[in-house]
Nanobody, 125 residues
Framework: QVNLVESGGGLVQSGGSLRLSCAASGRYFSSYRMVGWFRQAPGKEREFVAAIIWSTGTTYYGDPVKGRFTLPRPNASYTVYLQMNHLKPEDTAVYYC?????????????????WGQGTQVTVSS
């Protein structure tokens, strides 16, 4: 069984930056084919943020975060990051890391097999 643990969330002012981390235990990330980030704000559905195909390093981003968030290709197999710049109040949400055996359907939560517990990101105006 794998455990995914997110960290790096917190309170930041609008325009600021945060870097989220997702650590895996019990299994290498490279044993998955895709790793993604989703977020969920109160009263809203879970929303796709970003994903990376492990073998190729190809990345995908949700429209609301394009140009502001980046998902660097990891150097190691245990930790994945999400760099968030130019944060806005509408980015406030719980952010989840997820890992998948698939390489398609990156924007669909149902395509992911394992999930972390989430980390809160709050952006003040």
């Amino acid at each position: 069984q794998v455990n995914l643990v997110e960290s790096g969330g917190g309170l930041v002012q609008s325009g600021g930056s945060l870097r989220l981390s997702c650590a895996a235990s019990g299994r290498y990330f490279s044993s998955y084919r895709m790793v993604g980030w989703f977020r969920q704000a109160p009263g809203k559905e879970r929303e796709f943020v970003a994903a990376i195909i492990w073998s190729t390093g190809t990345t995908y981003y949700g429209d609301p975060v394009k140009g502001r968030f980046t998902l660097p290709r990891p150097n190691a197999s245990y930790t994945v990051y999400l760099q968030m710049n130019h944060l806005k109040p509408e980015d406030t949400a719980v952010y989840y890391c997820a890992a998948s055996r698939y390489t398609n359907g990156y924007g669909l939560a149902i395509r992911y097999d394992d999930w972390g517990q989430g980390t809160q990101v709050t952006v003040s105006s």
